[in-house]
């Protein structure tokens, strides 16, 4: 079956930094994204990844180890509006694309 | 630039009855998807066309549920005999290719309520 796993919840306090985890089992990998969500709101998009390493994209980096199915989103110098559902999604042999339920992520003065 | 529209923003209806609900893509975009998403979850895909055929309904739940997309742009997801079940947000995303870095623009949704 195809999984996507990620925490469903972590909480960090404002200027810091965190990392958000995500682990998956897909048939095909076409690439993985990050979207952020926040409440109410649709999902959107910050990054992409398809080959190992590293992407960094202002304050958001994201990470890829295609050999573990392992990504982690990673976001520094943390801000109050940051506080938000971050979303891993794999794009599988079909290029559609199969959803974590999302990180609730709160974010403490 | 205009982004994905979605109507109706809310939408209350009674268990039993019909409803539509009308995605209009972003202009050129040839991928469009509806996805569905409760409280705390991930979108559920639901349906991907591309340009005026449906690619892929394998994340339709059942048959009371069908979308078209006569023209290859605006879609209605539309559904039968509302269950109370089906309460949730209607997303739909559209995108300018499929294969290879697919990064899918999102509306608004639709949130759906059946008493």
């Known amino acids: 079956g195809q999984n996507i796993d990620q925490p469903t919840e972590m909480t960090a306090t404002e200027g810091a930094i965190v990392q958000i985890n995500c682990t998956y089992q897909?048939?095909?990998?076409?690439?993985l994204f990050w979207y952020q969500q926040h409440a109410g709101e649709a999902p959107t998009f910050l990054s992409y990844?398809?080959l190992d390493g590293l992407e960094e994209k202002g304050r958001f980096s994201s990470f890829l180890s295609r050999s573990k199915g392992y990504s982690y989103l990673l976001l520094k110098e943390l801000q109050m509006k940051d506080s938000a559902s971050y979303l891993c999604?794999?794009?599988?042999?079909?290029?559609?694309?199969?959803w974590g339920a999302g990180t609730k992520l709160i974010i403490k003065p | 630039g205009a982004g994905v529209s979605q109507t109706p923003s809310n939408k209350v209806t009674e268990k039993g009855k019909y409803v539509e609900l009308r995605c209009d893509p972003i202009?050129?975009?040839?991928?469009l998807y509806w996805y569905r998403q409760s409280l705390g979850q991930g979108p559920e895909f639901l349906i991907y066309?591309?340009?005026?055929?449906?690619?892929?309904d394998s994340g339709l739940p059942n048959d009371r549920f069908f979308a078209v997309r006569p023209e290859g742009s605006v879609s209605t997801l539309k559904i039968q005999r509302t269950e109370r079940g089906d309460s949730a947000v209607y997303l739909c995303?559209?995108?300018?290719?499929?294969?290879?870095?697919?990064?899918?623009?999102f509306g608004p949704g639709t949130r759906l309520t059946v008493l």
């Open positions: 995303a559209s995108s300018p290719r499929t294969g290879p870095y697919n990064e899918q623009f």
């Open positions: 202009s050129g975009h040839t991928a």
């Open positions: 066309f591309q340009g005026t055929g449906a690619a892929d």
């Open positions: 897909t048939s095909g990998f076409n690439g």
């Open positions: 990844n398809v």
């Open positions: 999604a794999v794009s599988d042999s079909n290029y559609q694309l199969i």
